[in-house]
């Protein structure tokens, strides 16, 4: 339990260009009788940036990790840093009035403000830059939809104007450019933010994975099977809190693509930059080990139900047709969830009692929010007053905003509880199966998910996503069983590695 990681893991198989410069982060000595004033569950940005605020406040904090710090999607982000997001701010007003987007700018401005002093404060070397920040149109749609974009974002605030230029070498009807935007490194970023919080008595259990919790008299008590954590309050900082609750009906998971590519020309772009396709396009530059790439994320669908080596080969053909490409040198994807109403879900959880709390539906603006998320649970734990607790809410009832995607993201789902389960196409055969490849195959009557691994030994699991009992689907990249339902993934040994299942999948004995 209370070991040391040197090398930083992610649930997927890919490797994110993060995971080269991850520094080392402890763990520190866990007293089992100590009731904690809160337990933190997850080591994401959220979890990790809420330890260090929460601690900062004199609480007394342990923070329970399943596998590693930045293991989620903070390992596989992109880490641009933006004042405005992908929910744009004349949906915002629309839905939820001016004064809702005035706080939603003003609450991004203010994390952003709050990453930078926490980088100063502790002299984290993250590689944090301010950036600007470009969004372009190629269309006439599109450029009505900057003009909305644009006079919105200036009506709350945000220092954003036309401009002539969009930053990368893509034609462009119209631009306009965000001031004041940022990036830095994700995991150079929350391991030293962890070590920080380590140093000063606070608890990191890497390899726990919460299964349980239970209300004890006054304290919780959580569990991942054989060890039990004692807490007055918890904030499920999971990404998606975990089991069914209102999330599964309130979220949509989506797994978004990215590659970092080395150019032949230098002609790295010095800015943030976002076209208006549906999914977007969205490029920046890092340098790691003295060695510049560009990154551009994009080719977004619903986890479990696209081709992701088609995303890959899309985004690359994206790319390629625009710069000047030498080496495709990382790819990756990752998941994130849609709100259906556009903004997160972050405060109590809803039938969780007053000391269960939670953040999700982030899109993919999540170091952000999850850094937002951090202060606002501090807040409500400590009990001190927050401008966006009422805003961000996860028991807010908005009927209309949101209504058309809501309805459509279910219905989604309950199609595949049925037409999955009941499906009479089944593969009854190993033979096809390649090294390396998985495939749901029918073995005595019954449906298995089996992978094949580089030795040829078979892995066989029952398909049976352990959260809602949907079937699971191969992820050929990243070599993962992807539910198509809430997103549940597990590894080809059926680890839960991401969403909702609190259980993993059960492994089947193939004679
Ligand atoms: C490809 C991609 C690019 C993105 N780019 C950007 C960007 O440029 N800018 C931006 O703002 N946002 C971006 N996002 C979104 C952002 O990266 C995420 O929203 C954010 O990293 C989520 O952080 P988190 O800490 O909430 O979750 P995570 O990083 O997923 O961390 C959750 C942690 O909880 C652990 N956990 C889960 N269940 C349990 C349990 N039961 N017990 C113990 N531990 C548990 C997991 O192992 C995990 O480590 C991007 C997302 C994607 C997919």
């Known amino acids: 339990m209370n070991d040391f990681v040197t090398t930083s893991a992610r649930d997927g198989s890919n490797k994110s260009l993060w995971q080269e410069a991850a520094a080392t982060s402890g763990a520190e000595t866990f007293d089992l009788n100590t009731i904690y004033d809160v337990l933190i569950v997850g080591g994401g940005i959220t979890g990790i940036t809420a330890a260090i605020l929460l601690q900062k406040q004199g609480k007394k904090v342990i923070l329970a990790e399943a596998h590693s710090i930045g293991f989620g999607t903070t390992g ?43 980088v100063t404060e502790y002299s984290i070397d993250c590689d944090f830059q301010y950036k600007d920040g470009y969004l372009f149109s190629q269309n006439e749609k599109e450029t009505k939809q900057l003009d909305e974009i644009l006079a919105s974002s200036q ?96 979220c949509a998971p989506y797994r ?58 899309a985004l690359e053909e994206y790319v390629r047709g625009i710069y000047n490409v030498y080496e495709v040198a990382y790819k990756w994807s990752s998941q994130y969830y849609e709100p259906a109403d556009g903004l997160p879900y972050i405060g109590k959880m809803p039938l969780g009692g007053n000391d269960v709390f939670m953040a999700t ?68 055969s190993l033979n096809e199966l390649k090294a390396g490849d998985g495939m749901i195959a029918k073995y005595k009557g019954d449906k298995v998910a089996v992978y094949k691994d580089e030795q040829g030994t078979i892995h066989a699991l029952s398909p049976v996503c352990t959260h809602a009992k949907c079937i699971v689907s191969f992820n050929p990249e990243e070599k993962s069983w992807d539910c198509p339902c809430h997103g549940g993934r597990f590894s080809i040994d059926g680890k839960v590695l991401t969403g909702p299942p609190q259980h993993d999948l059960q492994k089947i004995d193939v004679q």
């Open 256 to 313: 978004s693509y990215v590659i970092g590519v080395t150019l032949k020309d230098n002609n790295y772009p010095d800015c943030l930059s976002y076209d208006m396709k549906e999914p977007y396009h969205y490029f920046r530059t890092h340098e790691v080990n003295g060695q510049k790439y560009l990154i551009v994320g994009g080719e977004d669908h619903k986890t479990g139900h696209g081709a992701p080596e088609q995303s890959f080969a």
């Open 155 to 250: 009506k709350v605030g945000i220092d954003a104007t036309e401009s002539n230029i969009n930053g990368v070498p893509l034609q462009f009807d119209k631009a306009v450019v965000f001031k004041g935007q940022a990036q830095f490194h994700p995991l150079k970023y929350i391991n030293k933010l962890a070590e920080v919080f380590v140093q000063n008595d606070g608890v990191i259990l890497n390899n726990t994975f919460i299964n349980d919790l239970k209300k004890e008299g006054e304290a919780y008590t959580a569990t991942d099977g054989s060890l039990n954590i004692k807490a007055s309050q918890v904030f499920y900082a999971t990404h998606m809190p975990p089991g069914i609750n209102i999330s599964n009906f309130t």
């Open 76 to 118: 596989g982000t992109t880490s641009h840093l933006n004042t405005f997001f992908d929910t744009p701010y004349p949906q915002i007003e629309s839905d939820f009035g001016e004064d809702g987007a005035k706080l939603v700018a003003k609450a991004g401005k203010e994390t952003l403000d709050l990453i930078a002093s926490l």
């Open 361 to 428: 539906g982030y899109s993919g603006n999540g170091i952000i929010f999850g850094s937002l998320s951090a202060r606002i649970i501090t807040d409500l734990i400590c009990g001190i007053e927050n401008p966006y607790e009422k805003l961000f809410s996860p028991s807010r009832i908005k009927p209309v905003a949101g209504f058309t995607e809501f309805v459509k993201e279910n219905a989604d789902v309950a199609w595949k509880f049925i037409a999955d389960r009941f499906s009479s196409e089944d593969i009854d």
